[in-house]
Structure formats: C-alpha cells, structure tokens
C-alpha cells in the first residue's frame, strides 16, 4: 500500500510533471510523519466528520466510475462530492502546520499553501535542522523536503 502525493496548482488542478508527483510505501510515511511530528512540522487536529452518503440518498455504488444516473441522482451526487471536497478543503486560519490527518489518510484531503508554511517554517527554526538532510540519515527525507518547498510555491498539495 502507499500513498500518492500530487502538487496542485493555485487554481486546484493537479499539476502537469514528474516532479509534482510523490509516492510514500506505508512504512516511509510512517517513518516521515514521525519525523514531522519530530520537527513540530504537524498539527494534531482531529479528523473532519465528512458528510454521509446516506444523508444525500447514495451508497458507495453511486460513486463509482462509470456509472450513469438520471439527472436527478447526478446532482445528489454532484451534490455529495461537493459538500466532500469541502471538508477535504478545509484548514485552519492561521495554521501552526499541517494537520497530521490530511498526510496520515489518503482521502484526497488539500494540504494548504499556508499549513505547509507553518510546517516548513517549524522546520527551519529546528536546531538539528542539519543532521535531519545528512546522507546518513533516511534517505527519501530530503527529497520530501523539497516537494513540500515546491507545494508551497504552487497551490498545496493532496494525498491520495
């Protein structure tokens, strides 16, 4: 199992190359977040209640790919995915990093411009920030670095 991690652009596209594209194996993010948390790089938020597919009249096979509804289905779910990527969007007004949920799940939640700038900005301030990137240490760390720093010059990023 692992997790896709993409660049979005300010305008909420994914964006386009290679490098805008990050890939964690279960036990790197594991190892990544516990060095986050390590950093003061995450904030412990809980989990946003999504809304339910039942309060919108779905279920899960609603939302598959390929699947035709009349219009009136098409716009309860059209309904659903908006109300869930609201929540996915959300973040705090002045976030002190980013919310441990929004890397720890791969439910497509946008980690903001802003929480990634908390986090970067924990990061630097850190005193061991020098052993952190040496090549003794994990090697996929630096290379995470630099997506987060290249997420905060675009439109964020989001785990899938």
């Keep these: 199992m692992g997790y896709d991690i993409?660049?979005?652009?300010?305008?909420?596209?994914?964006?386009?190359?290679?490098?805008?594209?990050f890939r964690f194996e279960l036990?790197?993010?594991?190892?990544a977040l516990g060095t986050m948390r390590?950093?003061?790089m995450l904030a412990e938020l809980p989990y946003p209640a999504i809304p339910l597919l039942s309060a919108y009249g779905l279920t899960d096979g609603d939302l598959k790919a390929g699947v035709r509804h009349a219009l009136d289905k098409a716009n309860l779910v059209a309904e659903y995915r908006s109300a869930y990527r609201?929540?996915?969007d959300a973040a705090e007004p002045e976030p002190?990093?980013?919310p441990t949920y929004k890397l720890a799940?791969?439910?497509g939640a946008l980690v903001t411009v802003a929480e990634i700038t908390a986090a970067?900005?924990?990061y630097e301030a850190h005193p061991n920030i020098d052993v952190s990137e040496m090549p003794l240490g994990d090697p996929i760390w630096p290379h995470w670095?630099?997506?987060l720093r290249r997420a905060k010059e675009h439109g964020g990023l989001r785990a899938h």
Aim: cysteine-free; hydrophobic content about 45%.
């Design 6 to 21: 993409y660049i979005q652009t300010a305008d909420g596209r994914r964006a386009d190359g290679e490098e805008n594209y």
């Design 27 to 31: 036990i790197a993010r594991i190892r």
């Design 38 to 40: 390590n950093f003061g």
């Design 86 to 88: 609201a929540v996915m």
């Design 96 to 98: 002190t990093g980013i």
């Design 105 to 107: 799940y791969n439910d």
């Design 120 to 122: 970067l900005a924990a």
């Design 145 to 147: 670095i630099a997506f």
